[in-house]
């Protein structure tokens, strides 16, 4: 398991966490660059939500506000969570329609990049596409899907996670856009994904499935979906016959240097 040097924070007994006035700072210095930064970048949908949630410069949000309105727009929530944790717990909270959510900040020489989740990254970037009903329906089916399959699958159904969830982009009539929470909270991820050189594959189970990936680089190819309606309607799929067959033929060549040994 990673190691981090961040502490999980502990809420009050009403469930709100203590941020600090360098916590709403760091928040809104991220929040006001990425929100001048991906009008035209960015799914319509996922900008909706953003509004819909209330999210803003002023502060950073906190969790119980963020899961009383998303279960008031599709049933789907937020819970708080340590940075960290167990498959299991991970697939479980999204089989119930709840996000589980990082509820630290990071601090300023992590503004750039944060290998762990934070607060920005997993309510700025996850939540407001839980607005979308389509979505969280896939949320929560992905999370049943891989609670039934259990541990031999969780490997291969998570490159399902990453490729949608994670870093997954999106046609509209204006052209492809992100929705990924890896993207949109990421300066560095959005200039590349959206800059016409990046890899862009339609979005096929079979090839996700064999497909490897890093977490420390920017992505170089990602899959596109043509609605979330689409992505939603995986999940009649025969998930345990796809990655027997992932398995069986190997995964694809990578389109990465391999991480050096620390």
């Given amino acids: 398991m990673p190691k981090t040097t961040y502490a999980s924070l502990t809420p009050d007994a009403e469930g709100r966490y203590p941020y600090t006035a360098e ?3 760091v928040w809104g210095e991220l929040y006001t660059r990425q929100m001048d930064f991906l009008p035209g970048k960015v799914a319509p949908e996922y900008l909706s939500g953003v509004a819909q949630l209330g ?3 002023d502060k950073a949000p906190q969790v119980a506000e963020i899961d009383a309105k998303l279960h008031a727009l599709t049933g789907a929530g937020a819970h708080g969570v340590a940075a960290i944790i167990p498959p299991s717990q991970f697939y479980d ?3 119930q329609r709840k996000f589980p959510v990082a509820t630290f900040l990071r601090r300023r020489e992590h503004m750039d990049y944060i290998e762990e989740p934070d607060l920005f990254h997993e309510v700025f970037g996850h939540c407001p596409m839980l607005t979308n009903h389509a979505y969280a329906d ?3 089916g992905f999370g049943k899907a ?3 399959l ?3 699958y969780s490997w291969h159904m998570f490159r399902l996670f990453w490729f949608t969830v994670e870093f997954g982009m999106i046609r509209t009539p204006d052209g492809l856009r992100a929705y990924g ?3 949109v909270s990421s300066p560095a991820e959005a200039a590349h994904a959206t800059s016409g050189d990046a890899l862009m594959q339609d979005f096929d189970l079979p090839t996700i499935l064999r497909t490897p990936y890093r977490i420390d680089i920017v992505q170089p190819t ?5 609605s979330f309606e689409q992505l939603a309607s995986t999940l009649t799929a025969d998930f345990k016959a796809l990655i027997d067959d992932a398995k069986a033929k190997g995964d694809l060549p990578a389109l990465f240097e391999a991480k050096e040994a620390s």
């Fill in 23 to 25: 916590d709403d700072a």
């Fill in 55 to 57: 999210l803003a410069a």
């Fill in 93 to 95: 909270l999204l089989s």
């Fill in 138 to 140: 896939f949320i929560e």
């Fill in 146 to 148: 891989a609670k039934r």
């Fill in 150 to 152: 259990g541990k031999g």
């Fill in 181 to 183: 929470a890896g993207i």
């Fill in 222 to 226: 990602y899959f596109v979906i043509d």
